[in-house]
T-cell receptor, first 114, second 111 residues
């Protein structure tokens, strides 16, 4: 069975500071990994994904995540956050034999303060 | 390209009633998955349909059921509603495997 652990339920940070949201996964087969963001009363928006190839993946709004197979991690980072980054972030895992089924972590609430 | 559309956005039902939620996937997507989101349990997988067949199922009671039509649109039904079924129900579509695109969700309140 697969599982995802997001190590921090809440992360407060000041505007323009760097941030890291941690995600560890467990799986017996090769994985596909995702970060989704959810704003209040909205659905989930895909932030970035790792399917194969380069272990460092980037989003268009400055976030990046690195797939580390030995540490079974997929941490999300941003060098300088904005107020508009305030949201809940979810890490998710699936694999080739799971079809469209995603296993999500419990989420990390990122709160950016001025 | 239109995104995933879920209807209705909000719903209030009474205990014991049943409810049907609808999801229209992105054009060309054949996989539709449903998730329940609650503050206590987080995001939990309900089931996935691919080409009108249930391909995956989560650990929910039989009161939760779904189906997919030939145009890939999907419906989810919950019978004999309980207070604990109050949640945000999210639908996601994908081509087959890999990244999923989510709808805005249906907020169900059971009173």
């Amino acid at each position: 069975a697969q599982s995802v652990t997001q190590l921090d339920s809440q992360v407060p940070v000041f505007e323009e500071a760097p941030v890291e949201l941690r995600c560890n996964y467990s799986s017996s087969v090769s994985v596909y990994l995702f970060w989704y963001v959810q704003y209040p009363n909205q659905g989930l928006q895909l932030l970035l994904k790792y399917l194969s190839g380069s272990t460092l993946v980037e989003s268009i709004n400055g976030f990046e995540a690195e797939f580390n197979k030995s540490q079974t991690s997929f941490h999300l980072r941003k060098p300088s956050v904005h107020i508009s980054d305030t949201a809940e972030y979810f890490c998710a895992v699936t694999s080739w034999n799971q079809g469209g089924k995603l296993i999500f972590g419990q989420g990390t609430e990122l709160s950016v303060k001025p | 390209k239109a995104g995933v559309t879920q209807t209705p956005r909000y719903l209030i039902k009474t205990r014991g009633q049943q409810v049907t939620l609808s999801c229209s996937p992105i054009s060309g997507h054949r996989s539709v998955s449903w998730y329940q989101q609650t503050p206590g349990q987080g995001l939990q997988f309900l089931f996935e349909y691919f080409s009108e067949t249930q391909r995956n199922k989560g650990n929910f009671p039989g009161r939760f059921s779904g189906r997919q039509f030939s145009n890939s649109r999907s419906e989810m039904n919950v019978s004999t509603l309980e207070l604990g079924d109050s949640a945000l129900y999210l639908c996601a579509s994908s081509l087959d495997k890999g990244e999923a695109f989510f709808g805005q969700g249906t907020r169900l309140t059971v009173v």
